[in-house]
Structures are given as structure tokens and as C-alpha cells.
């Protein structure tokens, strides 16, 4: 059922919409207007994908998980996606998956009608490991001699 959705019913719907904005405005208008949009869409994307991508990067240096920021980079993808798809009402819903308040909205609307859980410690933070000198190497080793000495071990017996 969601594949007729996604592939027959969505781009029906486009046309329509497509076909009733040119008879008011025009032809090259609208496709004037579908190519600005998409234009100006990609651009509001690369921008909230960087300042999402930069909060992201904040978030995880004060050892918080960056939750919020993880659901507002699949939105931003989501909105690129839809963006990139001519027609007004792929459009539509891009635009608004670009405003912080819809998203907002959109996962208060879904963490309150859904089972998603954090896992991880219950503070809800992880710690960050801090080198304590940056001149000492971490690592394990085994010693190569007791390694020897097992196998030699075990081909005997």
C-alpha cells in the first residue's frame, strides 16, 4: 500500500497541482517557480545541514547524546529529498520540514506516540575519554614467548 502512495497517488497529485498552477499563471512560470524553489530548497539544506552538523558536534563535546540534532539531520534529509522531486506539494512539505518549530512538532508528535527508548547509561550522557598525557600510546599486548611456549605445549600433547 505505501508503494501506490509513494509511486502512483504522490506524482498524480504533483501533476494535478502542477497543471491547475499553470493554467493560472503559466507555463513557464511555474516551471520557472518549481526550478527557484528547488533551488533555493537546496541551499536552506545546506545550511541546516551544516548548523545541525556543527550543534551535533557541540552537543557530543559537552558529553550529551545529540538526539535531537540526529532527528533534525534525517529531517533535513528527508526535506532534500522532497525538495529535490519537482512539484508544489513535495515542495510543501520540504519547506516545512525546514522550519525548527514543524520539527519540533514532528518529534514531540513522535516520541509521544511511540515505544523509541534511549539505550545507554540512564544519565542520558557518555563520557568522553580524555588523554591524560599525549605522549603515552594506549594498547594491549600479549607476550610472544608464553604464546610460543602454549603452542609448543599443545602440538606435544
Do not use: N
Request: with cysteine; hydrophobic share 45%; proline share 5%.
Amino acid at each position: 500500500m505505501p508503494f501506490i502512495v509513494i509511486f502512483i497517488l504522490v506524482p498524480f497529485i504533483e501533476l494535478a497541482t502542477f497543471a491547475s498552477v499553470s493554467e493560472h499563471i503559466g507555463i513557464w512560470t511555474t516551471l520557472t517557480l518549481a526550478f527557484v524553489t528547488a533551488i533555493i530548497g537546496g541551499l536552506l539544506v545546506k545550511y541546516q545541514g551544516i548548523q545541525t552538523i556543527l550543534s551535533m558536534r557541540g552537543a557530543m563535546d559537552q558529553g550529551q547524546m545529540p538526539l535531537t540534532e540526529i532527528f533534525d539531520g534525517f529531517c533535513l534529509v528527508a526535506a532534500g529529498a522532497l525538495l529535490i522531486t519537482p512539484g508544489f506539494v513535495t515542495d510543501t512539505i520540504g519547506f516545512a520540514l525546514l522550519i525548527p518549530p514543524v520539527r519540533s512538532a514532528l518529534r514531540h508528535f513522535i516520541s509521544k506516540h511511540t515505544d523509541w527508548a534511549v539505550a545507554g547509561s540512564s544519565s542520558g550522557s557518555y563520557q568522553r575519554r580524555q588523554p591524560q598525557d599525549p605522549s603515552i600510546l594506549e594498547g594491549e599486548y600479549e607476550h610472544v614467548q608464553d604464546l610460543k611456549k602454549e603452542l609448543r605445549d599443545d602440538t606435544d600433547a
